[in-house]
C-alpha cells in the first residue's frame, strides 16, 4: 500500500515538472516573438522614435525646398526689379513728356498758319494787279501832258485787256447776259420795261453791271432789265 502511494507521487511530481518546463518554454517563445515584432518594427520605421525622426526629416526637406524655392525672389532681386520698373517709368514719363510738347507745337503752328494764310490769302492776286496799276499811273500821267486822244484810248484798251486776261488765269469769267433769257440763278432785274417786240419778253435787253463767275459758282449776279 504504501509503495502504491510513492509511486502516485513520483508520477505527480514528473507531470509537474513537465507542465513547468512547458511554461517556460511558451514564456520563452512569447518573449522571442516580441522581441521580433518589435525588430520588425524598427526596420520598417513603424515606432514611435522613427516617426519622429521621419517628421524631422519631412520638416527639414519642406524647409530646405521652401529656402530653395526663395532664392528667385530675395530681396535683392525684389530691389534690381523694383530698379528696373522705375527706369522704364522714367523712361515713358520723359517720352510722353517730349511728345506732348512737340504736339503742342504743332498745334501753335498749325493755327499761327491757318491765321497767315486766312490774313493773306490774296497776297498773290494783289501782287499780280499791282502791274495793272503801275499802267493806270502811266496812263493818268500821260493824260495830263498829252492831247493825243488815240494814244490816250490805246493805252486804256491795253490795260483792259491786260485785267481780262488777268481774271482769266484766275478762273473769272464774265457771265453772258444780253438778249438771253432771264433766268433769277444768274441774274439780278433791276427794271422792267415794255417791248413791243414780242421776242424779247422775259429776255434782258440792257446790262446795268455785269456778272461773274468764279470757275463754276456765281461769283457776282448781273443787274439787268428785263422786257415785258
Known amino acids: ?63 530646405q525646398n521652401k529656402q530653395e524655392a526663395g532664392q528667385g525672389t530675395s530681396p535683392d ?40 494764310l486766312s490774313k493773306y490769302a490774296t497776297e498773290n492776286i494783289l501782287l499780280n494787279i499791282l502791274p495793272l496799276m503801275d499802267d493806270f499811273d502811266r496812263a493818268l500821267k500821260h493824260m495830263e501832258d498829252g492831247t493825243d486822244c488815240v494814244s490816250m484810248k490805246s493805252g486804256i484798251d491795253l490795260i483792259y485787256l491786260k485785267f481780262s486776261e488777268f481774271f482769266k488765269q484766275n478762273g473769272v469769267r464774265e457771265i453772258e447776259s444780253l438778249n438771253t433769257d432771264f433766268n433769277v440763278d444768274l441774274h439780278e432785274a433791276i427794271a422792267k420795261i415794255p417791248s413791243e417786240d414780242k421776242n424779247k419778253k422775259g429776255k434782258v435787253t440792257d446790262v446795268i453791271l455785269k456778272g461773274y463767275y468764279l470757275n463754276d459758282k456765281v461769283l457776282r449776279f448781273s443787274k439787268v432789265v428785263v422786257g415785258e
Do not use: C, W
Request: aromatic fraction near 8%; hydrophobic fraction near 25%; avoid cysteine.
Open 77 to 116: 532681386k525684389t530691389i534690381h526689379d523694383l530698379k528696373i520698373a522705375e527706369e522704364k517709368l522714367a523712361e515713358m514719363q520723359d517720352k510722353y513728356m517730349r511728345l506732348s510738347a512737340e504736339f503742342d507745337n504743332y498745334r501753335k503752328r498749325t493755327l499761327r498758319e491757318k491765321m497767315d
Open 1 to 63: 500500500m504504501v509503495g502504491r502511494q510513492f509511486d502516485n507521487n513520483v508520477i505527480y511530481n514528473e507531470k509537474v515538472l513537465v507542465m513547468m518546463k512547458k511554461k517556460k518554454s511558451d514564456q520563452e517563445d512569447y518573449t522571442n516573438a516580441g522581441n521580433n515584432k518589435t525588430a520588425d518594427n524598427k526596420e520598417h520605421n513603424y515606432g514611435p522614435e522613427n516617426y519622429g525622426s521621419n517628421e524631422s526629416d519631412n520638416q527639414s526637406s519642406d524647409e
